[in-house]
């Protein structure tokens, strides 16, 4: 059974910084295109980054390039997304999402989200 | 860039009626690449639908997805009481970069 685990969601203010991780299991974790995707409080759902399983390759969505880098530890089994500069438009909850693996263009499995609070 | 416009915002509706929602892109993409999410409140979205029309297992027959040019279709032949949900439509592209996209939703709603 797959399971995705997102941690490392909190408060913070304005311009700070936070890392969330995701811990995947029940798959073969380096096989699969992972992406974050965000749900702002009472909004739609909202693509944020994909990274490839193959070769790491990484796209962003332009209203995080720059500030965001997501990164995979294959032998973690485990997904990140580094934020910083942080404003209260990045106030969501984070679901980390497996691609499927045909061709990487859908999100199969969903983790329940972890909440990114943007406040001083 | 990929926009993606969902009609209607909301729909009310009772057990046992058919329901149809629509799903408009912005530019001519592939259809394989759009798929439909279900989101009920305090949950992960759900995939129910992939390349435009094709169920994921376990996704029961009462889903169906269509296409037209731009036009995407999900319907729900007989609405049960745990669809009553929002439903997102999602479409990928790659040119002139890889990017995914999803629409505002659509609630459908108790009666």
Known sequence: EVQLVESGGGLVQPGGSLRLSCAASGFTFRNYAMSWVRQA??????????ITGSDGSTYYADSVKGRFTISRGNSKNTLY?????????????????QNDAASGTVF????????????S | ????????????????????????ASQSLS???????QQKPGQAPRLLIFDASKRPTGIPDRFSGSAS????????????????AVYYCQQYGDSPRRMWAFGQGTKVEIK
């Open chain 2, 69 to 84: 040019g731009t036009d995407f279709t999900l319907t729900i032949s007989r609405l049960e009481p745990e669809d009553f």
């Open chain 1, 108 to 119: 199969d499995y969903w983790g329940q989200g972890a909440l990114v609070t943007v406040s």
């Open chain 1, 81 to 97: 997304l580094q934020m910083n500069s942080l404003t209260a438009g990045d106030t969501a909850i984070y679901h980390c999402a």
């Open chain 2, 31 to 37: 259809s394989t690449y759009l798929a439909w999410y």
């Open chain 2, 1 to 24: 860039e990929i926009v993606l416009t969902q009609s209607p915002g909301t729909l009310s509706l009772s057990p046992g009626e058919r329901v149809t929602l629509s799903c408009r």
């Open chain 1, 41 to 50: 409080p009472g909004k739609g759902l909202e693509w944020v980054s994909t």
